[in-house]
């Protein structure tokens, strides 16, 4: 396990049609042991900046160091980190035990020693099995823990990891998410995870850098980054939001005349009354009820609208609803909550203080 700390991390390509700055000082410290999450559309700078910690790419200016050494300079050979790619990069005239071998062989390790390693890799994977088979007589989740238990006979100090679920089906995917974290955190290793997919991010991660144009635009916990994004572009990336503008009248406790009606939040803001400002919420935060089976229309945070449709995914429903000032919002309830409900019916959404985030810029 090693310290990982980016100083002024920067990368510009001079040309081409991809010239142009890629990463703009990225100021960066990951932990020793943690599971560390790159998170970002594409073309954000999550992979070239986990090229540049393995050591394939070199920055513009800026400092990486693994444990208080300066590496920026370093050959990837000589870092002792390991890499998973999104393809797998299996060799495949080479049988599973052969693959999984490489590294401690790179390393100049004896034959035995190096068999020995590479079956206790073979086996935290539970593919020793298969260790006699080819990469094309695997399947995709089969071939993802064989390149896993490739990068771990390495021995790295660091393990990097590229998107490496993305080529498996939803079903296999999501189950790989929950064995890919406990393999990761039982390897006692320094991990940091590149990848577009929110859910992997949020599931896996302990914690996560958003990216956005070359830049960190937050970083935190998982819970941290869904429950309070900072702006508007890490609120909509992340899971899904409802979005209103309008203007404070009073900054505490925080109101906030929206062009559907007033939202009181318990955010703290340092803007003064009168300041535009934009509010987010949740789909799972909103609450709805039928107006005419609602008595307490003076509660506070209650906007009145119209169901437009409702999508039914099984133990939940996604109830669109048109607000009065023609926004809409979307909703996520279990789906007894929804029945009975039909477009076209008039309903109150209700929303708790400690739920309405007010974003920043």
Not at 170 to 185: D, F, H, P, S, Y
Not at 221 to 232: A, F
Request: glycine content about 8%; aromatic content about 6%.
């Amino acid at each position: 396990m090693i310290e990982i700390r980016l100083e002024g991390i920067s990368k510009a390509y001079a040309q081409g049609a991809g010239s142009g700055p890629v990463l703009e000082k990225i100021d960066l410290v990951i932990e020793p042991g943690e599971f560390f999450f790159l998170l970002g559309p594409s073309r954000c700078g999550k992979t070239t900046l986990l090229r540049i910690l393995a050591g394939l790419l070199e920055p513009t200016s800026g400092r990486i160091l693994f444990d208080g050494r300066d590496v920026t300079h370093l050959a990837a050979e000589k870092r002792r980190t390991a890499m998973v790619f999104q393809n797998y990069a299996l060799w495949p005239h080479l049988k599973v035990i052969e693959n999984v071998e490489f590294g401690p062989q790179m390393q100049g390790i004896e034959p035995e020693r190096r068999r020995k390693i590479a079956m206790e890799k073979l086996a935290v994977v539970q593919m020793e099995a298969f260790a006699q088979r080819k990469p094309n007589q695997l399947s995709g989740g089969q071939q993802q823990r064989v390149a896993l238990a490739r990068a771990l006979a390495a021995q790295p100090q660091c393990l990097l990891l590229d998107e490496p679920l993305s080529n498996l089906d939803a079903r296999l995917r999501a189950k790989m998410r929950t064995e890919l974290r406990r393999l990761v955190k039982e390897s006692q290793t320094t991990a940091v995870y590149v990848t577009h997919d929110q859910k992997e991010a949020l599931s896996m991660a302990d914690r996560i850098a958003v990216l956005s144009g070359g830049r960190i635009v937050q970083l935190g916990r998982p819970e941290e980054i869904y429950q309070r994004p900072k702006n508007e572009f890490v609120a909509d990336f992340i899971g899904e939001a409802n979005f209103l503008t309008g203007n404070l009248l009073q900054t505490s406790p925080v109101k906030i005349r929206t062009e559907a009606g007033v939202l009181a939040s318990e955010m703290k803001t340092d803007r003064t009354a009168g300041s535009a400002v934009k509010c987010c919420v949740r789909p799972e935060k909103v609450q709805i009820h039928d107006i005419k089976d609602f008595a307490d229309r003076n509660r506070p945070n209650l906007l009145a609208g119209t169901v437009q449709s409702i999508a039914y995914y099984g133990e939940l429903s996604q109830i669109e609803v048109r607000l009065n000032a023609g926004v809409v919002w979307t909703v996520t309830v279990f789906s007894g909550r929804a029945e009975g409900l039909l477009p076209g019916a008039e309903v109150l959404c209700g929303v708790n203080p400690a739920d309405v985030i007010v974003l920043e810029g």
